[in-house]
């Protein structure tokens, strides 16, 4: 029984250091020469896929994978830097980040070798765009309760069912997807899931777009009729995703991306507030990065326990218990503290800006799971069920 959680102190190196300047360097570059504009989303496709080639050059996707599979086996902290200057600058990465997060090494680590060897070089390249396809309208982040149906056929597996709350679906190459293969059993829930590569131009898949109040369309129900999967796409083994789920979890869970998503409306504040904030603002300010940075800390150790080979699963879901939290409200902590701002100019980028953080901030419980979920995934860390 595990009755503690730690998150040992972890300093990014100079080597990371160097490679972050490279990539402000980078992203700077790309943002004088009209390519995207950090704050605003960026809506356009095109601008995403011809990024995500950008980067792949750069060799900035793929960063950690084994050469022989075309990665550079770099470490997990590099990717960080990476990660996170991408982020904060709202850089256009939807193409590859999902792929380079954790598809990519859910493949690695149990896909067959000719999916190996036919789509992680695609991915290292910018040119294959994934999603994941867990949640379901009548489960949502109860994994345990997935009833989307894989049953046999003759070379391969037949998908029915559904899935909700899928990131990009409609423009994804493809889907990493747990499926239910066989029924749990009394002592043990967790059998009878498993997972596989889904192409999703494949007959029988309809994307079901999801509209948002932030005007922002990238959630979909994807519907699967009877979609035939070859044999060579399933992903581990029958019956045994569930550890290999929370595998994946693990890294989706811990990166900066979980806390921040709305980070435009802090930095909005910074520059509304000038060098010379007022001491309403300044103790706001103050306080926001405080908090800011403790999340940062908890993220990167949770980054060095991902690089020594650990599978710290609890750990990422406190981060993304506590990232979800700070940045669903930061928006209003912002606007707050910016009440008494007068109108101009400045204020009205502000405002824009502000709006559509405020619109997003609601669904991004939704996001690699609701915190009810996670607080029991934590509860099970500490030994508590």
Sequence with gaps: MQSTLEFPPLRLPERVQRLR??????????????????????TDWEVHKAFARKVGARGWIGMTWPRRYGGQERSFLDRYVVNEEMLVANAPNTVYFTADRQSGPTLIRYASERIKAQVLPRIIAGEACFSIGMSEPDSGSDLFAAKCRA???????????SKIWTTNAHRSDYMIGLFRTSAPTADNRRHGLTSFLVGMTAPGITCNLIDQMSGVRDFNEVVFDDVFIPDDQLIGEVDGAWK????????????????LETYAALRGLVALAGPSPDPRQAEA????VAELHALRRM?????????????PVAE????KDLGTIWEQDLPQRVRDAAALIPPGPARDDFDRILHFNMRIAPKLTIQGGTTEI??????????LR
């Excluded at 049953?151 to 069912?161: F, M, N, P, Q, Y």
């Excluded at 300010?285 to 926001?288: E, F, Q, Y």
């Design 151 to 161: 049953t046999r056929a003759e070379g391969g597996w037949k998908i029915s069912g």
């Design 316 to 319: 990422a879901a406190i981060v």
């Design 285 to 288: 300010i103050g306080r926001l």
């Design 374 to 383: 996670l607080r029991g995934v934590i509860a099970r860390g500490l030994g």
């Design 299 to 311: 993220s990167v150790s949770v980054a060095g326990m991902l690089e020594a080979g650990r599978e």
């Design 244 to 259: 290999q789920a929370t595998t994946e979890l693990a890294y989706e869970r811990s990166g900066p991306e979980r806390f």
């Design 21 to 42: 300047d490279e990539v402000r360097a980078f992203i700077r570059a790309e943002i004088d020469a009209g390519s995207f504009d950090p704050d605003a989303p960026e």
